[in-house]
DNA sequence: TCTGGGGTCCTAGGACCC
DNA sequence: TCTGGGGTCCTAGGACCC
């Protein structure tokens, strides 16, 4: 059996690109929520010297100078193009883990004589049908899979890389560096270097109680599974969220507790939704305030939690708990930039159990009410129907001044052919 | 003017139980 | 000298991921 992961090069970039074909030979990059950072660049961006994770206000000069294409986020774009990737892979494998909105996981049995060539065909097939530009790794667990990937990364050739039989070699591995596998972070980094671990072969070779000591039992299955040994489980299905968190900092600094109060209900809006999609309610809610820390001013941030009566799906019930918790804890007299909700102690509907002060009757009600509205919105777009605590002109929404159409979701921004 | 958002897992230690 | 043995639950903190 073969991992392959597949990873779309420079997700939000080439999504602006497949959509605009007058940006194929402009340098683009995409903006942070709030256009607060660069967080994708297309090669000729990246060749102009812009880092990942740049504040863009400290880009314009190359920015300008260069012609670069900017664009804030556009999820309704990024989802879509997503969801085709997604189901193009689909066709490739009989299994296929999607791992995050750019990266899949493929499981499947390939002679080892055609990895190579099944590869190059799961690569060609997506860009036929997409556009979007991937990276597949091939290899004997997902850890070595995303070590692969990493290096089909560098092969601009081929896109592809098996990570098996003579390329698993010790001059290969020794290099690449630790701080490339999946799992190892800054601060293993550092550890593993103080102690004379530097590249992947070492890592390989490293002591399993030394590693187990100093990165627990998920550093030795790291280990493990550079060894080839899979210990990572494989999931058909996204399990629910344990936690659902909705949080945006503001496109201007916010004062009022009014103000806050309404960015507050629309996040709690969004975090139901949420919710709903996975059939879930929670029993607390928690609300989170900051100022921001950029800035030489009075500094602030707090949290509250509200235990919910019963287990809640409802979008009132959370807003209502959100306001509670957000009055318990605004303080007169700061600038915030930022509110967030979280959902917590999340269970499934069928676990759901009327109270004493619950009837069942009403139950139903409030669960169609939600059921129409969530229609509503992902038919006509979200926001289509709002509850009014949301705020209509919400003038603390966040910048996106650079927005692309929604190209591929809505009939009046699809593009057209002249 | 101006610096993102959303998750998971593991461990240690304390409270509490029989 | 020496202070039972075993278990669960919760939380805070630290690490990682995209």
Redesign the pocket.
Known sequence: MWYALVDCNNFYASCEKVCNPSLAKRPVVVL???D??V?ARCPLAKALGIEM?A???RCTNIIQKHNVAVFSSNYALYGDMSRRVMDTLATCAPYVEV?????AFLLHDVPHAEAQHYALSVRQKVMQWTGIPVSVGMGATKTLA?LANHIAKKRTDSGVFVLSGDSYCQSLLEAIDIAE?????????R?LQSHGIYNVWQLINADDSFI?KKM???GLRTVYELRGIPCIGWEDAP???????????FG??VESLHELDQAAAH?SA??AG?LRTQHCAAGAVTVFVST?P??NEPQYSCSATVVLDMHSAYTPDIIAAAHTALCSIYRQGYRY??V?I?LTDIIPYQELSPTLFMHMDNYEKRYRLMQALDSVNRQHGRGTVYFASEGVVQPWS?RRKYLSPRYTTHWNEIPVVR
């Open positions: 942070s929520n709030n607060g950072n967080i994770g504040p863009f206000h791992y995050s909105i750019d990266e995303k596998v999946w799992g190892i972070g800054r601060r293993y980094e550890m187990k627990t039992v998920v399990p629910p969220k344990k936690t659902i968190v909705s949080s945006r900092s201007r600094q996040y969004i975090a949420k921001n950029f800035k930039k930022k967030g979280m966040m």
